[in-house]
């Protein structure tokens, strides 16, 4: 092989080399984009206040009241609603705990009393006290607020007609049914 075709094979690579190199420093200038100083994402929602017996001071704000909003709802809309739910909870009569407890019959069910489901601390000290309408309300509106140290990390539903239809649904997944508030 002559020098000058060592030459040549030499240019070649280098050649590449500055071009692959060349384009990367390129692709850096036109695509740049800032790292953020907190990697994630900020999802804002409003506060509300806890009123002293846990319900959320908002509801009772509320443009429409909660036996309104449960009378419009509709359990087709809130099985959609719940989807989401699905992940951590199951819907079935006699289905099993997963990440968060059986939800069949939870409108009327005492507090962290589902059978062989590990509560938290914080849902635990309310143990005895039973799911109603009003409280399922507030609790699926920020479950972080109204139960400090739960460990349902679920975010919040901030519409109330999606936790009214969530509610009409769950209102469904019963032996009895519990009826809904006064409009």
């Known amino acids: 092989m002559s020098s000058f075709e060592f030459n040549k094979i030499a240019g070649a690579v280098l050649a590449t080399a500055l071009m692959v190199f060349g384009l990367k420093s390129l692709a850096g200038v036109i695509y740049n984009s800032e790292r953020p100083e907190k990697p994630g994402y900020v999802i804002e929602v409003a506060e509300t206040a806890t009123q002293a017996d846990g319900t959320d001071a908002g509801t009772a704000q509320s443009a429409e009241s909660l ?17 989401p739910c699905a992940g951590c909870h199951d819907f079935s009569k006699g289905g099993p705990n997963k990440v968060g407890p059986n939800l069949w019959g939870i409108v009327g069910r005492l507090r962290a009393g589902h059978e062989g489901f590990a509560y ?43 936790r009214a239809d969530l509610l009409a649904y769950l209102a469904t997944l019963a032996d009895t049914k519990v009826p809904f508030p006064n409009p």
């Open 67 to 83: 036996g309104k909003l449960l009378a419009a709802a509709d359990p087709k809309k809130g099985e959609t609603v719940a989807k």
């Open 120 to 162: 938290s601390e914080a849902m635990a000290s309310k143990k005895g006290d039973p799911w109603n309408y009003e409280k399922l309300f507030a609790f699926l509106k920020k479950p972080s607020e109204y139960v400090p140290g739960t460990k349902m990390s679920f975010g919040g539903i901030a519409k109330d007609k999606d």
